[in-house]
Every structure is written in C-alpha cells, then in structure tokens.
C-alpha cells in the first residue's frame, strides 16, 4: 500500500500518532494536508527509514526483513514465521511486535477472506519497503556457507572447480626468512 492511499483514508488521530514517533522532538501539526506532507517526506527518505530500522529491538527487524522478501512486501502470520528471518517469534511475542510497528507507521494490517476464512496481512508501506530494500540485506545465509568451498563451486555452476577457478583459492605464502 502506497502511504499516499493510507494518509487519505486514515483519520487524523492516527496520522498525529505517526507524527509523534517520526518527529518525537517536534510540535504537533494540526492542519492534515500540512501532516500528510511532512509525514510522506520522512516515510520515504531512504536514510531516516534506515535510522528508525536500527533502532527497533531484533524482533522487529526481523519481521520487517521478513515482510521486505514477500510479494508486495504483504503477508499473513503463518506464512511470515516460515521464513528464517522471523522464526524467533513466539505468539505472543509477535502480536504485540505486530501493534506496536503498525502504531509506529511501519505496516498496515487488513482482513482478507481466504476460501471462506478471514485472515489477516500485514503490508509494508511501499515507500518504507523500497527504502528499506536499499540499505537491508534480507539474505539469510550464514557466513560459513557463503565461504564455504562446495558454496564457491555451486555458485560457479559447476560439480568441481576449474584449474583456473582453484588457482584462485590457494593462498601462496611467501617463504620464511
């Protein structure tokens, strides 16, 4: 969801809590247009977006890392808790992690039937995501595998390294004096 669609759609006391947690140092804005402005400037700032990332505790990182490898950056509970990144969350855990990033102006939570079910997504505003997808690597591999020699092979398309690929993975020491 684009934060232009949410801004026309949310009231103003939900616009002025995402003000208090984007701005905490500044005065409140009244005025709507004047709020919506300020506040979709902030929210699509690639640097502030980072800022504020860092600064949320693993849980939430993880979760909105999580949501940045789904489609449209949109998922329900279940299938989110199956990607490494976010398997940490316990139930209760993850329910107020998930209220506090949606006061925060992080996500959007909507209720979607499912073949006569109701569940519900939650969505990374469009803009945060791209912004985030900058500066966060959503690769969960771990550093032993990504120096691993049999990772170097499968990478390179190949069952075994060529004379010259190994070449490359020997270290010369030089004689000692």
């Known amino acids: 969801m684009k934060l232009s669609e949410h801004f026309q759609k949310a009231r103003k006391a939900q616009l002025q ?27 699509s700032d690639a640097q502030r977006i980072r800022e504020r990332f860092d600064r949320l505790n693993k849980s939430g990182q993880d979760f909105l890392a999580a949501l940045l490898t789904c489609q449209q950056y949109r998922g329900s509970i279940e299938p989110i808790r199956q990607i490494p990144r976010a398997q940490s969350n316990e139930g209760d855990e993850i329910e107020n992690l998930v209220r506090t990033l949606i006061d925060e ?9 499912n073949n006569g ?31 691993s020699l049999e990772n170097f092979i499968a990478a390179n398309g190949g069952d075994r390294l060529s004379d010259e690929a190994v070449s490359y993975t020997h270290l010369t020491l030089p004689p000692k004096a």
């Not at 809590?17 to 009244?30: A, K």
């Not at 102006?105 to 039937?113: C, R």
């Not at 079910?117 to 505003?125: G, I, P, S, Y």
């Open 117 to 147: 079910h109701r569940a519900e997504e939650f969505e990374l505003f469009k803009e945060i995501g791209d912004g985030l997808r900058v500066t966060v690597n959503v690769e969960s591999r771990d550093a032993l595998v990504m120096l």
């Open 17 to 43: 809590e995402y003000f208090l947690r984007w701005f905490p140092d500044d005065d409140m804005i009244s005025d709507m247009e004047k709020l919506r402005e300020r506040l979709a400037g902030a929210m």
């Open 105 to 113: 102006g992080w996500i959007v939570a909507t209720t979607v039937a």
